[in-house]
């Protein structure tokens, strides 16, 4: 007897099992997993990048010292307004005062011994007019360097085109003076006496005066200076006292409300950069961002090289927008702007994130939810960029999608609980 009772117990525990595993089965089925969903709408998406850049004025010059020297008076202040002409820094001309006045002298007294009769010995003529040649070799050298200083000047924007040519007329001059002097020395030894070429010979002198009197009275001149244009004074960086060097940028005068926005570009993604694009410009703000547009204006036809913030070197090139600066916005020269660039776009498209996708049977599938439960759903991808997709085969607009695709307990068939 104890055979068919201990078998009837066994079949009886395991029917309980199986009612067991089939009750918790459907427990699990219908108790509802609760899940993050999102519904499919059409919408715009785009491929971006950003870049940081800087507010520069459209109209800006540099103010440089041409020949350095002490600054003896500053009458600006960094902001300040000024007009073009007006008076900003003075150097001290002591030395060059003194020097142009010796000169002026040495140029009287020499026209008055023309007018005399010149009878020194033939061999003292003949080694002041060496002399003469020297002297006006050295002057062509100095006024060769001085041009090669102005042109670097001229190049930067801090001189004016007349100053420049001035600088050329004064080397054109020294070398003119130059071969007179020659050509008065060669008369001297053909003539073999003390009184021939005696007019040429005063006149090469006097024209090398000439032209060291005018060669210094264009240092004094540069010796205060002066607003190139009306603006506004930046950059300031000097005090009374100081001693300036040649060529040393001593402020800025900008243009204000006229501005641009500087932004340096990778290499690789210029070539999706196009005259006349319109980019967004994003000025940071503790409360909110201030959002507004700006067009591509210039592209530079050779790049640089960059050091980026990990220290890797780059090669980027200069972009230049043109800001559509928003009624009540000020911005000034130094002001950082996130410049956002679109390379590609699409519109009236069905978009959902990236990370709701899983690769499915060679493909890529997403979790839907339809009547409430789970269900894979094979998808068919289109364009994207860095974070969102567009689904072109397997979605409809109104569609719900689970969001995290990797939530634990989600199968098919799954009872969904929409949060």
């Known amino acids: 007897m104890r055979g068919p009772v201990k078998r009837k ?29 999102l519904e499919v709408h059409r919408g715009t998406i785009a491929k971006t990048f950003q870049e940081d850049g800087k507010v520069v004025s459209e109209v800006e010059r540099p103010i440089y010292a041409v020949y350095g020297g002490k600054i003896v008076d500053i009458l ?12 900003l820094v003075v150097l001290d001309s002591t030395e060059l005062e003194y020097q142009l006045e010796q000169s002026r002298a040495q140029l009287k007294s020499l026209e008055g011994e023309q007018v005399k009769t010149y009878q020194e010995p033939y061999e003292s003529r003949l080694r002041a007019q060496q002399l003469q040649v020297e ?7 100095t006024a060769k360097t001085n041009l090669l200083r102005i042109k670097e000047l001229y ?24 071969e007179q002097q020659k050509e008065a020395l060669a008369l001297l030894y053909e003539s073999h006496g003390p009184t021939s070429g005696t007019n040429r010979y005063y006149e090469g002198r006097i024209e090398a005066l000439k032209a060291q009197i005018s060669s210094l009275e264009y240092k004094l001149s540069k010796s205060r200076i002066v607003a190139p244009i009306d603006g506004t004074v930046s950059g300031l960086d000097i005090k009374e006292g100081q001693v300036v060097s040649p060529s040393q940028l001593m ?6 409300g006229s501005y641009q926005v500087e932004v340096y570009v990778l290499t690789e993604d210029v070539a999706e950069i196009e005259l006349g694009m319109k980019v967004k410009l994003v000025q940071d703000r503790e409360d909110e961002d201030i959002v507004f547009e700006g067009t591509v204006e210039n592209i530079a036809p050779s790049a640089v090289k960059t050091i980026s913030p990990l220290g890797l070197e780059e090669q980027r090139v200069k972009v230049t927008i043109r800001p559509a600066v928003p009624e009540g916005l000020q911005l000034f020269p130094g002001y ?24 499915y049977e060679n493909g890529d599938a997403l979790w839907v939810v339809r009547s409430g439960r789970a269900k894979i759903q094979p998808v068919k991808t289109g364009f994207e960029n860095d974070r969102d997709v567009t689904i072109v085969e397997g979605l409809q607009e109104g569609d719900l999608v689970i969001v995290n695709p990797q939530l634990q307990g989600l199968a098919e068939g799954k009872k969904i609980i929409v949060k």
Do not use: C
């Not at 600006?76 to 008076?87: F, H, I, R, S, T």
């Not at 004064?170 to 070398?175: I, K």
């Open 9 to 37: 117990w066994k079949i009886l525990l395991g029917a309980l099992v199986v009612v067991f595993i089939v009750g918790f089965t459907w427990y699990e089925m219908t108790k509802g997993l609760e899940a993050e969903v």
């Open 76 to 87: 600006v202040k960094e902001g300040q307004g000024v007009k073009k002409g007006e008076l």
């Open 135 to 141: 002297q006006a070799q050295r002057d062509l050298e």
């Open 155 to 178: 190049d930067a924007g801090a001189v004016s085109t007349q100053e420049y040519e001035a600088a050329q007329k004064m080397v054109e001059t020294a070398e003119n003076h130059l």
């Open 251 to 256: 402020m800025t005068v900008f243009k204000p």
């Open 336 to 359: 950082e702007l996130e410049v956002e660039f679109t390379t590609a776009k699409r519109e009236n498209e069905l978009v959902v994130p990236k990370t709701t996708l899983f690769p």
